[in-house]
């Protein structure tokens, strides 16, 4: 398995930021939109759902490296046949709120399943924020030896901030820089802390561990092209103030 070099790049020096449309998310337009965002922002590559037209679009519109979501494993292979650069099972967050829910041994078993289908490409698994952390972590540890490449974390749906403002935003990503915090030390793959990231917390989550940062809800909710743009380039220079030196959250600090 080879990385794509600008996201192996990235996740070396832990700025790697994600742009997610959602895996659920089929409109052309909003996808464009996002994809648009994610190229003129600066982001190090852009997440959409595993829809080989989709794909093709992107692919149309920017360098930036291509990421496919789906829970279907039979659904990665068209797309990646028409230009994904890597795949990933998750994120889940769409799910939760229609009852559905993953636990681990299927996200285990949808692991293997991609692996069968796609052995080579760079593969990211989501780990269930509705699993305890020592359960989360012990996923983790599996999913990396059935052929997972990134580990991606998630949370903010099970969180509910009750304050406003910068204080809403860190108890919004509580959960998932928990998770990122926990697997980043269990696991010798990168791991990318999503769902509930805003720019404030995540520099928070490159302290916490992570590798770099995916955004979904903080970028695809604005409702211009315009605001979207400046909403990944915020979040690029805020990964960019980042002093690893004085990173305080480290264990051996």
């Known amino acids: 398995m080879t990385m ?7 996740f070396a020096n832990r700025r790697a930021l994600k742009v ?6 089929f409109d052309r337009d909003t996808v464009q939109a996002i ?3 994610a190229h003129h922002g600066g982001a190090t590559f852009v997440d959409i759902a595993a829809d080989p037209a989709l794909v093709q679009m992107a692919k149309e519109l920017t360098n930036v ?6 829970v279907e494993p039979e659904k990665f292979v068209q797309a990646v046949a028409a230009g994904a650069d890597l795949i990933e099972i998750g994120n889940f967050d769409s799910f939760y709120a229609q009852g559905r829910k993953f636990e681990a041994e299927e996200v285990l078993a ?18 269930p924020h509705i699993l305890t952390l020592d359960q ?21 749906t099970s969180s509910n901030p009750t304050h406003p403002g910068t204080l809403g935003l860190v108890e919004k990503a509580a959960p998932t820089l928990a998770a990122a915090y926990e697997i980043s030390r269990a696991v010798s793959v990168p791991v990318l802390c999503a ?17 770099g940062v995916g955004v979904g809800s903080a970028i695809n909710q604005l409702n211009s092209e315009v605001a979207m743009i ?24």
């Open 195 to 211: 769902s509930g990231i805003s720019s404030v917390t995540a520099p928070l989550a490159v302290a916490a561990g992570a590798a």
């Open 110 to 127: 949808l692991t293997h399943q991609t692996r069968v289908l796609l052995p080579e490409i760079t593969l990211s698994v989501t780990v």
């Open 136 to 156: 989360q972590v012990q996923l983790a540890e599996d999913l990396v030896k059935a052929g997972a490449d990134i580990i991606q974390t998630e949370g903010g």
């Open 4 to 10: 794509h070099p600008t996201i192996q790049r990235a």
């Open 230 to 253: 400046a909403a990944v380039r915020g979040l690029v220079e805020a990964l960019g103030t980042v002093s690893f030196g004085a990173i305080a959250l480290r264990a051996d600090a």
């Open 20 to 25: 997610i449309s959602g895996l659920n998310n």
């Open 65 to 70: 490296p291509v990421c496919v979501s789906t």
């Open 35 to 37: 994809v648009k965002a």
